[in-house]
């Protein structure tokens, strides 16, 4: 099992940037890809971003392409979610999850097993 813990939410201004972090334990994480998934109020859970851990290749939702970065520290076994230009629609609260060590299709809650309890992100207008 994999123990995931998030910080770095906050209340921003739209165009402000904030970076959220997630530390991972347990050895189920050794292998293991971290994504960054987000839920608005009254909405689904979505995908935002994910980066394995063998070859580093990272994943993003169309939405935060160009805005996001995720990143990890292997060493410090730490997750890492940059977000710049941040907009009011990017307001939601914002989980971690550890899955398989690689991705073979469309990156979905179901490919992930554990999952952080989240840090909630508003961005004002």
């Known amino acids: 099992q994999v123990q995931l813990v998030e910080s770095g939410g906050g209340l921003v201004q739209a165009g402000d940037s904030l970076r959220l972090s997630c530390t991972a334990s347990g050895r189920a994480f050794e292998n293991a890809a971290l994504g960054w998934f987000r839920q608005a109020p009254g909405k689904e859970r979505e995908f935002v971003a994910a980066i394995t851990k063998i070859t580093g290749r990272t994943y993003y939702a169309d939405l935060v392409k160009g805005r996001f970065i995720i990143s990890r520290d292997n060493a410090k076994n730490i997750m890492y979610l940059q977000m710049n230009s941040l907009k009011p629609e990017d307001t939601a609260v914002y989980f971690c999850?550890?899955?398989?060590?690689?991705?073979?299709?469309?990156?979905?809650?179901?490919?992930?097993?554990?999952w952080g309890q989240g840090t909630q992100v508003t961005v004002s207008s």
């Open positions: 999850a550890a899955g398989p060590p690689y991705f073979t299709g469309k990156i979905t809650q179901a490919d992930f097993g554990s």
